[in-house]
């Protein structure tokens, strides 16, 4: 019969002590509720560029304004803005940049995305589009009607000093 007691108290011992164990065990953690759907946020406005200096406006009346054809088979498009006078808008594929034209002491036309990320070089007979922040050429080799006609010009210069 001590046999028999001393299962039943071993018995009961354990159950207690599996029951103390399962008490203190870490809870296991409630699943978290999906979030709500943020509302979405209307679009930021762009702030309205400043306004033009004097210098500005003189380098956009040099700028070559028009459709370019550019090296594999990319165009793009420079195009004044009624709105914001001595500014430019560059467009190609899906994107469009505002820039603000600035002449350089070489005599080429730099064109400078207001993000400060994208700048377009025009030189008389090409221009190009480069990403400063990669460090790449995005267009190259980008000719429009008058960058032609001035190419031309300097291939018929080479020819006649020959």
């Not at 406005?45 to 054809?69: F, H, M």
């Not at 709105?83 to 430019?88: H, S």
């Not at 922040?133 to 032609?148: I, P, S, W």
Request: charged fraction near 20%.
């Amino acid at each position: 019969m001590l046999n028999k007691t001393t299962l039943v108290i071993a018995a009961a011992l354990s159950l207690v002590g599996t029951l103390a164990v399962a008490q203190t065990a870490a809870p296991q953690k409630a699943a978290k509720p999906a979030p709500a759907k943020a509302a979405k946020a209307a679009p930021a406005k762009e702030a309205e560029p400043p306004a033009a200096s004097a210098e500005q406006l003189a380098a956009a009346e040099r700028v070559y304004y028009g459709t370019y054809e550019c090296e594999m088979g990319q165009s793009a498009t420079v195009a004044t803005l009624p709105k914001y006078p001595g500014y430019a808008e560059v467009k190609s594929g899906k994107q469009t940049w505002l820039m603000k034209p600035v002449a350089s002491s070489t005599g080429a036309i730099r064109l400078e995305d207001l993000k400060e990320r994208f700048l377009v070089i025009q030189i008389a007979n090409k221009s190009m589009l480069f990403d400063s922040k990669t460090g790449q050429r995005v267009l190259d080799g980008c000719v429009n009607a008058n960058q032609r006609e001035v190419a031309a010009a300097l291939k018929a210069q080479e020819t006649a000093a020959k």
